[in-house]
């Protein structure tokens, strides 16, 4: 059975991704981006490799979304799957649904300061940045470098209020992570994991152990390790030049980065939600 680590791009789903990885596969909590391939991404061709040879048409991966889940839990393992894709329905295909799903971390940022990681992430402008959360679109599940192939599986995100919405809406267990705790109080995030965890598998924990996890994954170690060219999902521009996966983190402000326009439309049409989470 499966449970997801879902999330709108760039909201700290790695970083989460890392202190799991950390807290569940390794026996002191030093965390080490191998530990990473503990925890894969779905949507990926991988999974759908049995059931259609057009994984670069949504149309078609949307009928095994369902088929695939159910082959990833044939050996009745839990498994973590990162995933940016909404937790949508097309038609009669679901994602997902409850005999695949246990449960749901679901990991949210200020889409203030989404823009600038979005700007920095996909190579765009401020005002491009602005409008891609602000529109439904479809990305490459997998990418790996600045453009987005025929044939690369394809993930429906959304708009980020539509992501955030849907998968609150469609889930029995959720547990919600604001990337902000993680700046603040990485160790408070880690504790409520483990009590999300609890329930489903035995965790291996201390104190030791803790704060293990919590100094190896912090934001300037990862991307220290990024720069040193451990970390194998690093994206790179058309000229093979690093952008750093790991951007500003905590030194990501908005108040800083954005025009009172950008701010003022971003706050306009997404407030509902904003004030919802506490951004406003």
Known sequence: MIIWLASYPKSGNTWVRALIAALVYSENGIFDFKLLEHILQFPDERYFNKFTKDTGNLDEIKKYWISAQIEINKDQKLRFFKTHHINCTIGKDHFTDKKNTLGTIYIVRDPRNLVSSISNHFNKSIEEAKDFILTSKIIAGTKKDG?????????????????????????????????????????????????????????????????????????????????????????YDADGKLINFFYKGPKNKWQHLLSSRIKNEIETKLSNEMKELGYL
């Open 147 to 235: 453009g987005m192939k025929k044939d690369d599986i394809k993930t429906l995100i959304g708009t980020w209020s539509e992501h955030y919405r849907f998968w609150k809406r469609n889930n029995d267990d959720y547990l919600l992570i604001k990337y902000e705790d993680l700046i603040d109080n990485p160790l408070k995030v880690l504790l409520k994991i483990i009590n999300f965890l609890k329930k489903y598998i035995k965790i291996n924990t201390n104190e030791t152990k803790n704060n293990n996890v919590i100094n190896s994954t912090n934001f300037d170690k990862l991307k220290t390790l990024e720069n040193e060219g451990k970390f194998k999902e690093s994206v």
